[in-house]
């Protein structure tokens, strides 16, 4: 079971950290990826993270400006997310997968999004 956490509502430049938890010890084992949903658009990729942390892949939308970590200790990954734009309100989900690439398979378990609104 995925818990994400962490949305608000921000002013455009601002920052904001999503967090996402997970319950069961194959957690580590997954890689997690974070999708975002705004209305009226498809669903589309935003990050990943390997099960080990060592590989992430960042959509062209937001690299350079999130970044994706994990803990495996604590079951918990997290999106952190700098100079909001009004562009990336969304609803953030995050999900299991057994691949860390995008482009590869769907996500195994869905979490519950978490709302992120972002002022001009």
């Known amino acids: 079971q995925l818990q994400a956490s962490g949305g608000g509502l921000v002013q455009a430049g601002d920052s904001l950290r999503l967090s996402c938890a997970a319950s069961?010890?194959?957690?580590?084992?997954?890689?997690i990826k974070w999708f975002r949903q705004a209305p009226g658009k498809e669903r589309e990729f935003v990050a990943s993270?390997?099960?080990?942390?060592?590989?992430?892949y960042y959509s062209d939308s937001v690299k350079g400006r999130v970044t994706i970590s994990r803990d495996n200790a604590k079951n918990t990954v997290y999106l952190q997310m700098n100079n909001l734009k009004p562009e990336d309100a969304a609803v953030y989900y995050c999900?299991?997968?057994?691949?860390?690439?995008?482009?590869?398979?769907?996500?195994?378990?869905w979490g519950q999004g978490t709302l992120v609104t972002v002022s001009s």
């Open positions: 993270i390997s099960w080990t942390g060592g590989t992430t």
């Open positions: 069961g010890r194959t957690f580590p084992r997954y890689a």
């Open positions: 999900a299991a997968s057994t691949y860390v690439d995008p482009t590869r398979g769907l996500p195994d378990y």
